[in-house]
């Protein structure tokens, strides 16, 4: 049977896997397989994994466990292996690598970090901001068949939005980065200009989500700034 493996962790760590169950129905049987200096946390996989409501919470709750003892490398949700034998044979195969990783998340957490901002709010500044787009705006409003000069008005107007949200993600990533050890900047959507993440010690944390409060009290009411952590930390792995 396939190896469904949940993380990564040293061979010290205590696993304390009582109590948990894996993923499927009926919920797999935790168990470990053990090297010189690592341990992996497995189950077995069952045939038709899904990502069910009842198995993610399943994945997540083994490495919420885990984290609470000691540094992990969580694994998403997902990951199979062909057998034990296979999951021993990489952590032999990556044992050097796995350890250093493992001691740079030692007691560390991670905080994800989404901010957005009011479009209307951001359209309004830059044109009172921008004399030519200001003058580009009343021209066409007056001029509904000036089409070049509203060509010009809608590239300007996105080059300026765009160059706006770069430097707020910028100016609030350097801000906040003093007060971790590592940032991971994720994939900016339509509905956000700053994913990222901050790799945190854990006895800093109340610390940083204080600095991120006082980060949120520098911006108006157009700004959204979600926090969302203590996860498991997924983008430093």
Do not use: W
Not at 6 to 25: F, K
Not at 145 to 155: F, I, T
Not at 162 to 170: L, P
């Amino acid at each position: 049977m396939s190896t469904y493996v949940y993380a990564i962790t040293a061979s010290d760590h205590p696993v304390r896997l009582d109590g948990l169950n894996g993923v499927g129905e009926p919920a797999s049987k935790m168990r470990t397989v053990r090297t010189e200096g690592l341990t992996a946390v497995v189950s077995d996989a069952p045939e038709d994994l899904r990502a069910k409501r009842r198995d993610v919470a399943a994945h997540q709750a083994v490495l919420e466990r885990l984290m609470a003892d000691g540094a992990v490398l969580p694994m998403r949700f997902g990951l199979v292996g062909p057998d034990d034998e296979q999951v021993a044979a990489a952590l032999d195969g990556n044992r050097a690598s796995y350890e250093e990783r493992l001691a740079e998340l030692d007691d560390c957490l991670e905080f994800n970090l989404k901010v957005s901002r009011d479009e209307d709010d951001l359209l309004r500044e830059i044109v009172r901001e921008s004399d030519e787009i200001r003058e580009l705006n009343e021209l066409t409003r007056r001029n509904p068949d000036a089409h070049n000069e509203k060509v010009r008005l809608g590239e300007l107007i996105t080059a300026e939005v765009k160059a706006r949200q770069e430097r707020d993600a910028r100016e609030i990533t350097d801000r906040l980065a003093p007060a971790a050890l590592n940032t991971s900047v994720g994939d900016a959507t339509q509905e956000t200009l700053l994913n990222v993440s901050f790799l945190v010690k854990r006895e800093k944390a109340a610390a940083f989500s204080q600095a991120v409060h006082e980060e949120a009290g520098l911006h108006s009411e157009a700004y959204t700034i979600r926090l969302n952590g203590p996860l498991s930390p997924y983008s430093f792995v």
